[in-house]
């Protein structure tokens, strides 16, 4: 999951860019599949692409996609499906279409999160997989108004982040998160709040400890009809 920041908070850790690289810095991308898969990223995605009811006539995006291993998932539950992963980091999404070589109906655009470069209701699912907590509140807002407007009327977005209902019972990481302040916002119903204020019908539809990240959430928010 890649996404935007200020200049000021890049430039802090060390990047060129107005966006946060899918690995933190452009020099680790390589790492960056292992590191998903060290932090249990395709046991989340497995449980949210099962929570997103995909169909085969569904148009689907994921939005922050980094080097696609969510929006591949939902093109191979699929086949039929019209997949998009968009993201800011250019150099993922090359990552992301060498992974998808030969598979139609996939394609990944160069995109942020805030300025979907999409027609109205254009998608039946969104999905978003553990880049929410990354984003700046302003952007978090103008992601979600986004969101909202690209869906059709009775579609849903699908999204899984850390934070919901934890608290430092959740274990080590979890105390450590909310020490850092980084996923604040995402705290309690942080995030459900948001996805109304935007416009959604929100809902909680799991939540649970996670050994390497605290806790994480899964969110179904859907355009009302």
Same mark, same amino acid.
């Given at each position: 999951m890649t996404e935007h920041r200020p200049h000021s908070v890049t430039h802090a850790m060390g990047n060129r860019h107005d966006? !946060?690289?899918? *690995?933190? $810095?452009? &020099?680790?991308?390589?790492?960056?599949?292992?590191?998903?898969?060290?932090?249990?990223a395709p046991r989340l995605h497995k449980r949210l692409i099962e929570h997103a009811e995909l169909r085969d006539d569904h148009r689907i995006l994921e939005v922050g996609c980094g080097t696609g291993n969510l929006t591949l998932r939902a093109k191979r539950a699929r086949p039929a499906a019209e997949?998009?992963?968009?993201?800011?980091?250019?150099?993922? !999404?090359?990552? *992301?279409? $060498?992974? &998808?070589?030969?598979?139609?109906?996939?394609?990944?655009?160069?995109?942020?999160?805030?300025?979907?470069?999409?027609a109205d209701g254009e998608f039946d699912r969104v999905l978003s997989s553990l880049m929410l907590h990354h984003l700046e509140t302003e952007t978090k807002i103008a992601m979600a108004a986004e969101i909202l407007r690209v869906l059709r009327p009775g579609g849903r977005l699908h999204l899984v982040d850390i934070g919901g209902p934890m608290t430092p019972a959740d274990g080590l990481s979890a105390r450590m998160m909310l020490r850092t302040g980084h996923v604040a916002d995402n705290l309690g119903d942080g995030i459900p709040r948001l996805l109304r204020d935007a416009g959604f019908d929100c809902a909680v539809v799991d939540s649970h400890p996670h050994r390497r990240i605290g806790r994480v959430t899964y969110y179904r928010a859907t355009r009302p009809a």
């Open positions: 966006y !946060l690289p899918a *690995a933190g $810095r452009d &020099a680790l991308l390589p790492t960056y599949d292992l590191m998903s898969l060290l932090f249990g997949v998009i992963g968009s993201d800011p980091d250019l150099r993922a !999404l090359a990552r *992301a279409e $060498r992974k &998808a070589k030969g598979l139609r109906g996939i394609r990944f655009d160069h995109a942020y999160a805030q300025e979907l470069p999409y």
